[in-house]
């Protein structure tokens, strides 16, 4: 087991985990993985080949064929499949925007990125950061429930909905969250014991700051840069 510094960052879509993730990951020299980035990568690969997300035979059998790696990329590690990293604009197109939260919400899928994403910790540590720094829906609660320090990051719908326009996007968040809080493997929720920080009425710097202060706090680990 990898004894590298775990930082867990959950919340719903646009609640400004990624933002935070990877200024903080800057600030500490952590490597940053975000998670749903995951999701997208073995959701296009599914949709890619045909796979539906209600046909749970057909999605083992094709998740059985899709060999995962990653790249580390400045202060990110990006999940590749069969030794490619999939581009930006195949996870983040309309169709995975679609299909991504049902597929998410099959245990079968949840099952084969849970050993690889435990297994960043390792990665982290033998590619030279001082630790990790995991953004997703279930990081602090299922992947890594242990982690020295677990946040939950939530904004409310009319905030996330302009953070969502300024980014360009467009995608229904509310529909998203409403399928990734109420499925049955993993839900959606602020873990127990977990730091709940609300940032409707905070700057990113605000959110930074906040969270680096807890960081130091718990961890011991020294700003890299400020
Ligand atoms: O963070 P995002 O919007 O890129 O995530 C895409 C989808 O992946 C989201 O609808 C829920 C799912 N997801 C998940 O179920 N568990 C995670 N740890 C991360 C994302």
Not at 41 to 46: I, W, Y
Not at 89 to 111: K, T
Not at 210 to 220: P, V, Y
Request: negative net charge; glycine residues 8%; aromatic residues 4%.
């Amino acid at each position: 087991m990898s004894k590298t510094p775990v930082i867990a960052v959950d919340g719903g879509a646009a609640s400004g985990k990624s933002s935070t993730s990877r200024r903080l990951a800057a600030r500490f020299n952590l490597m940053h993985v975000d998670t749903g980035s995951h999701y997208r990568a073995v959701t296009f690969a599914l949709v890619q080949a045909g796979v539906s997300p209600h046909d749970t035979a057909t999605i083992e059998s094709a998740l059985a064929h899709l060999k995962l790696g990653e790249e580390i990329d400045g202060q990110s590690a990006r999940i590749s499949i069969g030794g490619k990293v999939p581009r930006e604009e195949d996870i983040r197109s309309d169709a995975v925007n679609a299909a991504v939260s049902p597929f998410a919400a099959v245990p079968a899928v949840r099952r084969f990125l849970f050993d690889y994403q435990r297994s960043q910790a390792a990665v982290a540590e033998r590619s030279g950061f001082s630790g990790l720094i995991m953004e997703g829906r279930d990081i602090g609660s299922v992947i890594f429930p242990d982690a020295p320090l677990r946040f939950f990051l939530e904004a409310d719908e009319a905030t996330r909905a302009a953070r969502r326009a300024k980014e360009g996007q467009t995608d229904s968040i509310a529909e998203r969250d409403r399928i990734d809080s109420s499925r049955k493997t993993a839900p959606l929720v602020c873990p127990e014991g977990a730091r709940r920080v609300d940032t409707s009425h905070l700057t990113l710097d605000q959110v930074v700051d906040l969270l680096a202060g807890e960081i130091e706090q718990a961890t011991g680990l020294a700003p890299a840069q400020a």
